[in-house]
């Protein structure tokens, strides 16, 4: 099935470091998502960017929704341990067909060093 | 407020066994999607039930079908069961179809087919 492309696949950092990850598409969507997935649980919402070129923070956690509707990245400021995890990015278009379905990516898997 | 429940949580079945996962959803929603995360990739959209009825089907086969009570909660059945349908199946709820950024997952079930 079709999913979003996103990157890095995984990274390694300290904490303490800046976190930037991003998703592409070759579809437009009117919804980006961000969630986290802990091991042994479903994901969580963390942000949701409604309008192209929106930008929104969550504390630590800042997305923007790309211009072109087709793309959208998420950083982390100042990692702590508890940010391991794994991060997706999910698109989302209302009306006809796609109504309601989320279009996931591959995941980024974080894993943050003391 | 109880969130998504989903059961069994882990699950061992054979090939061409029939399996049944519930959900109940979120107090207060009233439509359930069902994904299918298999092991190190992002979940994928099985179908969307609102109203006892499904709204939306992603790309999976007609062995895999689902329903919908009247006090919302759903199960999903897979029959004829392949080693491939080893996955997490999370199930997700939200108020309304329109209401997508609002979904809520559960923790999954775990199936393993053997």
């Known amino acids: 099935g079709q999913q979003l492309n996103q990157s890095p696949q995984s990274m390694f950092i300290q904490e303490g470091e800046d976190v930037s990850m991003n998703c592409t598409s070759s579809?437009?969507?009117?919804?980006w998502l961000w969630y986290k997935q802990d091991p042994g649980e479903g994901p969580v919402l963390l942000i949701a960017?409604?309008?192209?070129?929106e930008l929104t923070s969550n504390g630590r956690l800042t997305a923007q929704f790309g211009i072109t509707r087709k793309d959208s990245f998420l950083n982390i400021s100042a990692s702590i341990p508890s940010d391991v995890g794994i991060y997706f990015c999910?698109?989302?278009?209302?009306?006809?067909?796609?109504?309601?379905?989320?279009?996931f990516g591959q995941g980024t898997i974080l894993t943050v060093h003391p | 407020d109880a969130g998504v429940t989903q059961s069994p949580t882990h699950l061992i079945k054979t090939r061409g066994q029939q399996v049944t996962l519930r959900c109940s959803p979120k107090?207060?929603?009233?439509?359930v999607s069902w994904y299918q995360q298999a092991l190190g990739q992002g979940p994928q959209f099985i179908f969307q039930?609102?109203?006892?009825?499904?709204?939306q089907r992603g790309n999976f086969p007609d062995r895999f079908s689902g329903h919908q009570f009247p006090n919302y909660s759903s199960e999903l059945n897979v029959n004829a069961l392949l080693l491939g349908d080893s996955a997490l199946y999370l199930c997700?709820?939200?108020?309304?179809?329109?209401?997508?950024?609002?979904?809520?997952f559960g923790s999954g079930t775990r199936l393993t087919v053997v």
């Open positions: 997700a709820s939200s108020r309304s179809p329109d209401r997508g950024p609002g979904y809520t």
């Open positions: 579809s437009i969507f009117n919804t």
């Open positions: 960017l409604y309008k192209a070129g």
């Open positions: 999910a698109g989302r278009n209302a009306g006809g067909t796609s109504y309601g379905k989320l279009t």
């Open positions: 107090s207060g929603h009233d439509t």
């Open positions: 039930y609102y109203e006892e009825e499904e709204r």
